[in-house]
């Protein structure tokens, strides 16, 4: 008999830069976490325990973070926050599902992924199961506006998966096109976010606008921060599978700024690596020596989008959700100075 359960350590609470900011609003976090174990039930019996292994992983919720101080930040956070946020993370989740069978990952959140237990066929399946479970959600607000900004969103995510896959070991990709991807398949759904928490509220345009710039800002940074995670990551410690990046062909933003400042000859002989496939080469010299600056290069674009993002919360009237938006960049900025160690 099938036993679908996860071990307490992929449970384990928040802690390190982002335990403070996710302090602000716990309570509602907690309700957050109980309503997505809740969602197991609203399936047919015959697929549940897949559903709930699936949204069982505890991560850190980034998503419903920014929708709930979003909310907050622009009149408090509601009931109908709460939904917002178990929508976007439900998204997610049918993401991360899907991302893991493409890279052939097989742990994340210290277990094993969905495709490692029950093969490919069954995962993508179980991740469009959540995308439309999570869309048919959204249609429960009363504004259709939130509904279709997730829905828009969603499609977002998708359509930048499908072009970062189709640039796979593309040699010529530019950095330009490299964050065209980043904020379409990461950006949109934070800015799905930050954007209906206020318009929950029925905030005014000029307010909606900025925490929509903010969530696709923050958003941005958080995949510059974990593409350069997966090159200068500990595996042991993140509890996923690293690597996949270089393994699979994504060239994310240290490879480009390598490829882009290094001399001809060596240019030849790092596309070479990539192309061979030789990504634990790859990774060495990313981390190590002179090519290691395009690591720290790529943390610095990751810091100065996050002080970009922070910039657009100047017209918040002062409050203790508006300083958390705030801390959570300043949380961000702290896990990508860790990546220099």
């Excluded at 939904?83 to 439900?90: I, Q």
């Excluded at 981390?287 to 943390?299: E, F, P, R, T």
Aim: glycine share 8%; with cysteine; charged share 25%.
């Amino acid at each position: 008999m099938e036993v679908f359960v996860r071990s307490p350590a992929a449970r384990a609470p928040s802690a390190g830069p982002l335990a403070a900011v996710t302090a602000t609003v716990q309570s509602h976090l907690d309700e957050v976490e109980s309503r997505i174990a809740q969602q197991a039930a609203a399936f047919d019996p015959a697929i549940e325990g897949y559903v709930t292994y699936a949204i069982g992983g505890r991560g850190k919720r980034l998503r419903p973070l920014v929708a709930l101080l979003s909310g907050g930040a622009t009149g408090g956070v509601t009931s109908a926050h709460v939904d917002l946020a178990v929508v976007v993370e439900l998204i997610h989740i049918a993401t991360l599902v899907h991302d893991d069978i493409m890279d052939e990952a097989e742990r994340r959140r210290g277990e094993p992924t969905v495709n490692a237990r029950w093969g490919n066929s069954l995962s993508v399946l179980l991740g469009d199961c959540l995308f439309a479970h999570a869309l048919n959600l959204s249609t429960n607000f009363k504004k259709a506006e939130i509904s279709r900004s997730i829905a828009q969103a969603a499609r977002e995510v998708c359509s930048g998966e499908i072009i970062q896959t189709q640039r796979r070991f593309d040699l010529h990709l530019a950095i330009e096109e490299y964050f065209r991807i980043v904020q379409m398949k990461t950006g949109s759904l934070f800015a799905v976010a930050a954007e209906s928490g206020a318009l929950l509220h029925e905030a005014d345009p000029a307010t909606v606008r900025s925490l929509k710039q903010y969530g696709m800002k923050i958003g941005t940074a958080y995949q510059i921060y974990d593409d350069c995670l997966d090159i200068a990551g500990n595996e042991n410690v993140i509890g996923k599978t690293l690597g996949t990046d270089l393994r699979k062909g994504k060239l994310t933003l240290p490879v480009l700024i390598l490829l882009r400042a290094a001399p001809a000859g060596e240019r030849e002989e790092y596309c070479k690596l990539i192309v061979d496939g030789r990504a634990e080469e790859m990774t060495d010299l990313l981390k190590n020596g002179a090519a290691g600056q395009s690591l720290s290069g790529s943390i610095q674009a990751g810091q100065k989008m996050i002080r970009e993002a922070q910039s657009e919360l100047t017209g918040l009237p002062p409050s203790f959700y508006a300083r958390s938006l705030l801390q959570l960049g300043d949380g961000l900025c702290e896990l990508l100075e860790q990546l220099r160690d």
